[in-house]
């Protein structure tokens, strides 16, 4: 049974100003313009603003999508000109995404060498093993993948964990989409942090959701032993991966494991919980306790390849199913076990789809600084989907949220978008409109970008991390957060007797909450599934759609038990 997927993207997010009368949101001033030109005829409004974006022309590409329909495009064609009212908000907010997307660019970067050049050497040099995303172009189709919260474990009480010590993403095998969580032994060791618990979890949830094949690339010391207390004993901590990896397998969902490393404690029960493993001579090592230990506990020397080596798991212990001589070898074997799998990829038949009329660069003067920089959401919107074409549902209704089907390189979608604060008519609106996709079975792509007062969060209510959407995404401008901290006023109120003291108190809340609301904040916490460039969210979309519909072409039939090792 396939289910409709909810993607989510957080253009903005951010709290409103409690100074700010509802009435005088930019948004709804620009609300007002962006109605008044649409009313118009495009010629009759020549000059006014930019026009299309110079150089963009419609263009028509080929996409792999089963079916679309013709009739799209007739779906009206949306204004997205860039008027000259809206100029000063447009370039105050370019100003913000540079900023913010320079930063993201460093973090991400930085997060690109693992646990830094030092670690690197002792791992590729001394140990002979490859590095971890060296591994994942063996192992994938392509070398592109949709990684998943690479600014995981950034910043954290416990310091900085790049990528939270696993690379999560997913990309194609043999054409077949797949979840892969891949240890990254250059940050101590492979070990797992909280966060790296939770960022496998989350990838395991994702496979469940869109039955993923899961992929495991184990190369981990285990438990990171100073926080043993916040990642094993607990429901959801380290146990749950291990119980989840049953669950997927009684689910029909396979999994499979190369041992790259060391799988020591809890690294080891990974590989031999998946129902097909390779292990890779003089590299990969599997035991619950290591050399050190058995010395500890029996007095004897052994080597770690007689206690747990790849000759030994595939010879004697019968744990690893596939020994390869080599990294090279064990990732063409996990290739040729998953064309075993009997998994059938999203049928690749040709289809032409439009592409937007205005450019996604322009995204970055549309993602707003904050709520009151927000401009109309069909400008987002146009810059989105095939042709600019948006057949929109109950437009006169509920302004504040804009609803209706498009497509996204030629898969069609239904579109939750806030444009104002969510009234009582656009909520009613919404709660129809939900109900007409899942009647048809269409995907929902929702952009917020609300207000939250204290007393009604409605940005995590509409389709947060608690609505399990398949996917959600932020912007690097997005702010997650109850109220909007740079409004706040950090001035005693009349009356009160200590000045000084409250005013400090107050100046130290509003940091720790604007600290608290950024993008990376969230995305380091696992909150949302990644920081994407406005620029690049069309494609990202795409993915997403494209992996969510693979489970269509499963042929499930009913099986209540895992597959057991005997
Ligand atoms: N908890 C915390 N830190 C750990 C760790 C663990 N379980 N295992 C390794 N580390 C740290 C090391 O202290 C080292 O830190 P440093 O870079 O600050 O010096 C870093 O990880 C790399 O370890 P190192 O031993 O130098 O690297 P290696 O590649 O030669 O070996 C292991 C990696 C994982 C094979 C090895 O460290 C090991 O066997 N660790 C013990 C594993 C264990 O017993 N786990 C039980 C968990 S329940």
Redesign the pocket.
């Given at each position: 049974m396939w289910n409709p997927a909810a993607l989510c993207c957080r253009t903005a997010a951010s709290a409103r100003s409690p100074l700010l009368p509802r009435s005088h949101t930019l948004n709804r001033v620009f609300g007002r313009e962006y109605d008044a030109l649409c009313q118009q005829p495009a010629q009759g409004v020549q000059g006014e603003g930019l026009g299309r974006t110079p150089g963009v022309l419609p263009c028509r590409s080929v996409s792999s999508k089963a079916k679309y329909r013709q009739y799209a495009q007739t779906y009206p064609v949306l204004d997205g000109r860039i008027l000259s009212v809206y100029r000063h908000v447009f370039e105050e907010n370019l100003r913000n995404s540079e900023a913010v997307v320079k930063r993201y660019s460093e973090l991400l970067e930085m997060v690109r060498k693992g646990?830094g050049d030092k670690?690197i050497w002792?791992?590729t040099q001394?140990?002979k093993k490859m590095f971890v995303r060296e591994r994942l172009k063996l192992l994938l189709d392509h070398e592109s993948f949709l990684e998943l919260s690479p600014l995981a474990g950034l910043n954290m009480p416990y310091g900085d964990v790049p990528a939270a010590g696993c690379l999560t993403g997913i990309g194609r095998i043999c054409g077949v989409w797949c979840v892969f969580m891949a240890n990254d032994?250059t940050v101590?060791?492979?070990?797992i942090y909280p966060i790296g618990v939770k960022k496998q979890l989350r990838a395991q949830e994702i496979a469940m959701q869109n039955r993923l094949v899961a992929v495991y690339l184990v190369d981990?010391?285990?438990?990171?032993?100073?926080l043993?207390a916040e990642l094993?004993p607990d429901k959801s901590h380290g146990g749950r991966v291990f119980y989840n990896e049953a669950i997927m397998s009684a689910m029909r969902i396979p999994q499979v494991a190369v041992v790259c490393?060391?799988c020591?404690?809890?690294?080891a029960y990974v590989p031999t919980m998946a129902e097909e493993t390779v292990i890779i001579d003089k590299i990969g090592?599997l035991f619950l306790?290591?050399p050190?230990?058995v010395k500890a506990a029996t007095g004897e020397y052994v080597s770690?390849e007689d206690l747990g080596g790849a000759r030994l798991h595939s010879h004697v212990s019968g744990c690893s199913d596939h020994f390869a001589s080599s990294e090279k070898e064990a990732y063409e074997c996990i290739r040729n076990v998953i064309s075993t799998l009997n998994y059938d990829p999203l049928p690749e038949e040709a289809v032409e789809h439009d592409s937007p009329l205005y450019s996604p660069d322009e995204l970055l003067g549309l993602a707003p600084r904050d709520y009151r920089c927000t401009l109309p959401v069909k400008l987002i919107l146009s810059r989105l989907l095939d042709g600019s074409r948006f057949q929109e549902f109950k437009a006169n209704y509920g302004m504040t949220l804009v609803t209706g089907f498009g497509h996204v390189e030629g898969h069609l979608v239904g579109i939750v978008a806030n444009n104002g604060e969510l009234s009582h008519d656009a909520s009613l609106k919404g709660s129809h409109f939900v109900q007409l996709c899942s009647q048809r079975s269409i995907p929902i792509l929702f952009f917020q970008n609300t207000a939250p007062q204290t007393a009604e969060p409605t940005s995590t209510s509409q389709c947060g991390r608690s609505f399990s959407p398949n996917f959600l995404f932020l912007w690097p401008n997005a702010r997650v957060a109850l109220v909007d901290s740079r409004h706040l006023s950090t001035v005693p109120q009349a009356g009160d007797s200590d000045h000084g003291g409250e005013e400090a108190e107050l100046k130290e809340l509003k940091e720790k909450l604007e600290e608290e609301s950024s993008a990376f904040y969230s995305s380091a916490r696992l909150w949302d599934d990644g920081i994407i460039l406005p620029q690049n969210t069309r494609k990202v979309i795409a993915d997403c759609l494209k992996i969510t519909e693979q489970q269509k072409y499963q042929v499930v039939s009913p099986c209540q038990h895992p597959v057991m090792r005997m």
């Open positions: 646990g670690a002792r791992h001394r140990n032994a101590k060791g492979g070990t981990s010391g285990g438990a990171f032993l100073p043993q094993f490393g060391s020591v404690a809890g690294g090592t306790a290591g050190p230990l770690p």
